[in-house]
């Protein structure tokens, strides 16, 4: 039995994740999987309900009790308990609260529990920061995507003000750099790579150039 097709796309915020496993996942008609967006509505459901995104028993309590499910298609949605929460979740406050929320073990357990059934059941691009560390270690497909601080930065700015967002570039290149911190410092699962990876800087390239890396190096190895 031929197994289902994962490709791992990790790194950090700002270096084009989320549109580059897109058009991945198309390229290559598998689903795409945003893992962080998990995260980011276990944040979202913390924030709205007053909890302490630090305190490990009241978060894992609550990513149990939470349902969260894709919804595939040209623009794929994620639900919290049947909520459509796809446009709430990109803020500055989700960002941070994503963050402390993906240090804490328990709620990783679940939540990789949940990445891993969706990947076995039909494959999928699936980007995060542990992807092809934690989650599926044994696919040879494994991406790391970085870029300078100010670069992602930039990107960040830009892409909340399109969303009518009101944020300066400099608390959003503060924000980049307190999560990388917290993201690469984390005991469980830290945001890392390894020789097994192909570690792409995206500073100079557009999305289409790194798009069409990913997928010839995918197909060479198929």
Do not use: W
């Not at 601080?149 to 003000?161: I, S």
């Not at 608390?171 to 890392?192: F, I, N, Y």
Request: aromatic share 4%.
């Amino acid at each position: 039995m031929t197994r289902p097709l994962i490709v791992a796309i990790d790194g950090p915020s700002g270096v084009g994740k989320t549109s580059t496993s897109k058009l991945v996942a198309r390229e290559l008609n598998i689903p795409h999987i945003d893992t962080g967006a998990m995260y980011r509505a276990i944040g979202l459901a913390a924030l709205r309900q007053g909890l302490d995104v630090r305190d490990a028993g009241v978060m894992e309590a609550l990513a149990n009790r939470s349902h969260i499910e894709f919804l595939p298609g040209d623009k794929p949605r994620i639900t919290l308990d049947g909520e459509d929460v796809t446009p709430l979740i990109r803020t500055p406050p989700v960002s941070m609260a994503a963050s402390d929320v993906s240090a804490i073990p328990g709620v990783r357990r679940i939540l990789v529990r949940l990445q891993q059934e969706l990947g076995a059941s039909s494959g999928g691009v699936l980007e995060g920061r542990d992807i092809g560390t934690k989650v599926f270690p044994d696919t040879p497909h494994k991406f790391f995507l970085t870029a300078s601080p100010e670069v992602r930065a930039d990107r960040r700015y830009r892409e909340l003000l399109a969303k009518g967002v009101t944020v300066d570039r400099e608390s959003v290149l503060a924000e980049a750099r307190v999560r990388d911190e917290q993201d690469s410092s984390r005991a469980d699962s830290p945001l890392t790579y390894d020789e097994t990876y192909c570690v792409i800087d995206t500073s100079e390239l557009t999305i289409p150039e790194v798009v069409a890396q990913i997928v010839e190096n995918v197909r060479k190895k198929a």
